[in-house]
């Protein structure tokens, strides 16, 4: 048996914090210093600035978490770049978290997780959407258990309209995010998939700019971790992180994307090499998730 | 302004019927003709194999809908091969479906919709999920509309599962099915989407599999087109299939998949060239929603 991705994602956590970054590449926001001459969306030039980030995070972060849609946004190319960055960030000891957020019936699941999971390229877990309800789902959890990687089922998301279909209510005043919430917990024990010491490798998104949902949730999915969005430029703060730890100051991971890869444009940053830039950034992110984990749990 | 999908779309229906085949390249289901002495999944062989779907249904379907997750499966050089099948059905004059269901939040559905619907190379129209509501939808909307292609917004899904978090009913008696198809609805009337004689080009996945469900759905989503999944393979008949028409019979298209691309395998076929099999397929195929509309509709 292959070590969990659980495990995996603890051990990265207990040594570099519960902090994640996101590669989202945008190219109107990255520094003029690589985009410049080069043609809009140059996909070597992407490439450059993904292996950019990894350099500067490498060492302070636990995971990296890559979004497809910029990838395919590249055309035919993107894949290549995204797998070759995969590669890059596994070399340099980061875990990776595949933002893919797909979703499909059951046979359709099964050669998605094909691509993402069985793959020898794949990352370490990728994230799905569990609007097909659970035969959508167990192909992935099918391919995680094998191979000792792991899934992140959207439960709550960051965005402002989050609510519109999540928050729908049943009779008895029970909301659609925590349906999916008790079906993420159910199949989070499937087999080979719950460690001896309690920690799943089925994981939920639950964004942080959502925390009374989320201290709801954490008491649904006690073995889940949280893959948690919205910090930064969505808004949330550390403090409003906290509602997705448990009581032991655990079983969560705080993602930060464009707050941390384009700090080069930010103010008090400016002079700066944009590497460095984005190392400074990574590093206070990780204090300000440290600090706000000291003040609510005394860690 | 380009002619938009729902007219293209339409056109089609009316020359050829209100069909359309999907594309889901197994390798284990292909016709040995073309799979024998080749190494698994081989790249070129598939290429070979939907080039081959295409001539078949050519001129006998109003579009093909190629399933992305087959592509992906192939790793860095599937969506290279997923590209030229679109094109490659266009020269055949075939509208392309591209099922992705793809969704995420605003700024992240910007860049899927970049890939997916602005790209000269990107599909008529594409699928994509609802669950995280508006603001992770519009970027497809404004995409179609400014490019004169489509949106199919997931609303109830083909597969056994989809009643567990579809079916969730609110305190009134609402289930989420009904509650995403009134926002498809709302967005189908956004600018530029609506055309003159009432059909939207954002439509909607129903699945053929619910015929109860469909016929409640016909009177919510008036505006809508259904892609209707579920027919043959996943057990639905031309009958079941009705229930997505309107009145006039109209305003739906309804996909196979297996039924129709892996025909060579049906006993009836056997000693028939694999080509050939598919044509006779697509043809049955569409011969039988021809005969279920004159049923229901007397057309």
Same mark, same amino acid.
């Given at each position: 048996?292959?070590?969990?991705?659980?495990?995996?994602?603890?051990?990265?956590?207990?040594?570099?914090?519960?902090?994640?970054?996101?590669?989202?590449?945008?190219?109107?926001?990255?520094?003029?210093?690589?985009?410049?001459?080069?043609?809009?969306?140059?996909?070597?030039?992407?490439?450059?600035?993904?292996?950019?980030?990894?350099?500067?995070?490498?060492?302070?972060?636990?995971?990296?978490?890559?979004?497809?849609?910029?990838?395919?946004?590249?055309?035919?190319?993107?894949?290549?770049?995204?797998?070759?960055?995969?590669?890059?960030?596994?070399?340099?000891?980061?875990?990776?978290?595949?933002?893919?957020?797909?979703?499909?019936?059951?046979?359709?699941?099964?050669?998605?997780?094909? +691509?993402? &999971?069985? /793959? =020898?390229?794949?990352?370490?877990?990728?994230? @799905?959407? #569990?609007?097909?309800?659970? *035969?959508?789902?167990?192909?992935?959890?099918?391919?995680?258990?094998?191979?000792?990687?792991?899934?992140?089922?959207?439960?709550?998301?960051?965005?402002?309209?989050?609510?519109?279909?999540?928050?729908?209510?049943?009779?008895?005043?029970?909301?659609?995010?925590?349906?999916?919430?008790?079906?993420?917990?159910?199949?989070?024990?499937?087999? +080979?998939? &719950?460690? /001896? =010491?309690?920690?799943?490798?089925?994981?939920? @998104?639950? #964004?942080?700019?959502?925390? *009374?949902?989320?201290?709801?949730?954490?008491?649904?999915?006690?073995?889940?971790?949280?893959?948690?969005?919205?910090?930064?430029?969505?808004?949330?703060?550390?403090?409003?992180?906290?509602?997705?730890?448990?009581?032991?100051?655990?079983?969560?991971?705080?993602?930060?994307?464009?707050?941390?890869?384009?700090?080069?444009?930010?103010?008090?940053?400016?002079?700066?090499?944009?590497?460095?830039?984005?190392?400074?950034?990574?590093?206070?992110?990780?204090?300000?998730?440290?600090?706000?984990?000291?003040?609510?749990?005394?860690?």
């Amino acid at each position: 048996m292959p070590e969990s991705f659980a495990q995996r994602l603890q051990t990265a956590i207990d040594r570099h914090g519960p902090v994640c970054v996101g590669l989202d590449p945008r190219w109107d926001r990255m520094p003029e210093a690589l985009t410049k001459g080069k043609p809009p969306g140059d996909p070597p030039t992407i490439g450059r600035f993904c292996e950019g980030v990894l350099d500067a995070v490498a060492g302070q972060v636990a995971a990296v978490k890559p979004q497809s849609a910029y990838f395919e946004a590249l055309g035919p190319q993107g894949p290549g770049i995204y797998s070759r960055l995969i590669d890059q960030a596994r070399r340099r000891g980061l875990l990776v978290i595949g933002d893919v957020k797909r979703g499909d019936i059951g046979s359709t699941a099964q050669a998605y997780a094909a +691509g993402h &999971l069985l /793959a =020898d390229e794949a990352p370490d877990a990728v994230t @799905v959407n #569990g609007y097909l309800g659970e *035969d959508g789902l167990i192909p992935f959890l099918d391919a995680a258990s094998r191979t000792g990687r792991g899934v992140f089922i959207l439960v709550r998301t960051s965005n402002p309209s989050a609510k519109q279909i999540q928050d729908i209510t049943d009779a008895t005043g029970k909301p659609v995010y925590v349906h999916m919430a008790e079906l993420v917990a159910r199949l989070g024990r499937r087999e +080979g998939l &719950l460690d /001896a =010491d309690g920690q799943s490798s089925v994981g939920a @998104v639950v #964004g942080a700019t959502w925390p *009374d949902e989320a201290r709801a949730l954490r008491k649904v999915m006690p073995e889940q971790i949280f893959l948690v969005p919205g910090y930064g430029a969505q808004g949330a703060t550390a403090d409003d992180c906290m509602a997705s730890f448990n009581d032991a100051g655990r079983g969560a991971i705080v993602n930060a994307s464009r707050s941390v890869i384009y700090a080069h444009a930010r103010q008090e940053m400016a002079g700066m090499d944009w590497t460095d830039a984005i190392a400074t950034a990574a590093r206070e992110f990780s204090a300000d998730l440290r600090q706000a984990l000291q003040r609510r749990f005394g860690q």
